[in-house]
């Protein structure tokens, strides 16, 4: 059932270093990405099928697509380390464990797109992490695997630099993103109205997930069909699944797409603790539509699948929720932070979010009426589709779907009051 490719190195001792990581694959696919054009590399991977793993599952190869023939301007590749959605957890296992095979990647992904500087932009409480992957740049940069060569041997400028963000979730999203590394306010931009690359100080850049990029020197050495003869027609390959909750076995774990949440909760995780049983999970990080246990029966771990049930695949972060929680304080829970973490650009989200999180503090104060759960859901619609960014779209699915499946729960509260 667990598949590794990206976390090939995870448990060998020491896998971080240099020496270690060279005697176990790092870099191997350096000498054949140099035998092969750049738009070979993207011709790879766009056959491979890899997705993005930063929580939208777009095409990879397509996305690198979009960035203009090259002519005098620079172009970048930028490196999204922000990982701040609450239930995810899987990039910092490649920042810790190995920061290496990041590093190879960034160098095929940089080679296929024409880029010969890279920003990596990193969490900002990620204090540990940061100085691991700094402390791997430096060794590269040493060894000269980067730099004025590649490799000390290939003519291509690579360079890296790691850009520590200021702590705002936001900032995850790709274009507040290269804001903040503009040094500007970690606000979204208008999306363009066709497809086109992103832009870093008006020169074209791309930018992918983490583990995105890390997924690419398996491609390259080893061609497209390594990674499709995983996972599903659509949605082929690996993923790093994230479980957290009261599960016997919680933890980061590479797996194909297309496995049935059930056995991996089972068979991985194994099993609820203490005999609980199970009552939802949030699929994909906080800002996926919840599912109830019967839903959680008939999901499979792929994004066209979690589709057909009314949620999305997100990061692959599954926060596992037992029965005798409340459903009304887990949307508290999840309403306070997103309603910290609105950058208050567009009125709906910073307007719905607080709006939000004023009635269900008030529901849980034995407050409430049926009204409130109306007025929320109407809420949620005024969020939807009419913002910059996902931001509000995320809150509004997340929260609708708590409202909707569980409004019994909230009913409880409006019994209080009542008797």
Same mark, same amino acid.
């Given at each position: 059932m667990i598949v590794k490719i990206v976390s090939k190195n995870f448990d060998i001792p020491d896998s971080h270093k240099l020496d270690v990581a060279l005697k176990n694959g790092r870099y191997e696919s350096i000498d054949k990405l140099f035998s092969m054009t750049p738009e070979d590399v993207t011709e790879e991977v766009c056959k491979s099928g890899l997705r993005g793993k930063g929580g939208g599952g777009a095409a990879c190869g397509p996305k690198w697509k979009l960035m203009p023939p090259v002519d005098e301007r620079p172009r970048y590749l930028i490196a999204n380390g922000d990982e701040s959605e609450p239930g995810t957890f899987k990039d910092r296992q490649i920042f810790e464990y190995d920061p290496h095979l990041l590093i190879e990647g960034i160098i095929c992904s940089s080679y296929a797109i024409g880029a010969h500087d890279c920003f990596i932009y990193i969490r900002g409480e990620y204090k540990f992490f940061i100085d691991r992957l700094n402390a791997a740049i430096e060794e590269a940069y040493e060894a000269g695997i980067i730099g004025d060569k590649i490799m000390n041997k290939y003519d291509y400028r690579m360079n890296i630099t790691v850009h520590r963000g200021g702590g705002a979730y936001i900032c995850g999203e790709k274009s507040a993103l290269i804001e903040s590394i503009e040094g500007k306010r970690g606000h979204p931009r208008l999306k363009p109205h066709?497809?086109?690359?992103?832009?870093?100080?008006?020169?074209?850049?791309?930018?992918? !997930?983490?583990?995105?990029?890390?997924?690419?020197?398996?491609?390259?050495?080893? #061609? +497209?069909?390594? $990674?499709?003869? +995983?996972?599903?027609?659509?949605?082929?390959?690996?993923?790093?699944?994230?479980?957290? #909750?009261?599960?016997?076995?919680?933890?980061? +774990?590479?797996?194909? +797409?297309? !496995? /049935?949440?059930?056995?991996?909760?089972? /068979?991985?995780?194994?099993?609820? /603790?203490?005999g609980l049983k199970l009552k939802a999970v949030i699929p994909g990080g906080a800002s996926c539509p919840i599912l109830t246990a019967e839903e959680v029966e008939k999901a499979y771990l792929d994004y066209e699948s979690m589709w057909d049930i009314g949620s999305t695949l997100g990061t692959g972060g599954m926060m596992i929720i037992p029965e005798g929680v409340s459903m009304v304080e887990v949307a508290k829970?999840?309403?306070?932070? $997103?309603?910290?973490?609105? =950058?208050?650009?567009?009125?709906?989200?910073?307007?719905?979010?607080?709006?939000?999180?004023?009635?269900?503090?008030?529901?849980?104060?034995?407050?409430?009426?049926?009204?409130?759960?109306?007025?929320?859901?109407?809420?949620?619609?005024?969020?939807?589709?009419?913002?910059? =960014?996902?931001?509000?779209?995320?809150?509004?699915?997340?929260?609708?779907?708590i409202v909707e499946k569980y409004a019994h729960e909230f009913e409880t509260y409006f019994k209080k009051e009542n008797k």
């Open positions: 066709g497809k086109e690359c992103e832009w870093f100080f008006g020169d074209p850049a791309t930018v992918n !997930n983490v583990e995105t990029i890390a997924s690419v020197p398996n491609i390259v050495l080893n #061609g +497209y069909e390594s $990674y499709t003869k +995983y996972g599903t027609e659509k949605a082929p390959g690996t993923m790093l699944f994230a479980m957290s #909750g009261p599960v016997n076995n919680p933890g980061v +774990y590479e797996l194909a +797409y297309g !496995n /049935k949440m059930t056995d991996v909760i089972e /068979k991985i995780g194994g099993g609820m /603790k203490n829970n999840l309403i306070e932070f $997103y309603h910290h973490e609105s =950058c208050g650009q567009c009125t709906p989200c910073r307007e719905g979010c607080g709006w939000i999180d004023t009635i269900i503090h008030k529901i849980l104060e034995g407050k409430g009426s049926s009204e409130d759960l109306n007025t929320i859901l109407d809420v949620c619609g005024t969020m939807n589709g009419k913002t910059v =960014c996902v931001f509000a779209p995320a809150v509004k699915d997340i929260i609708q779907s």
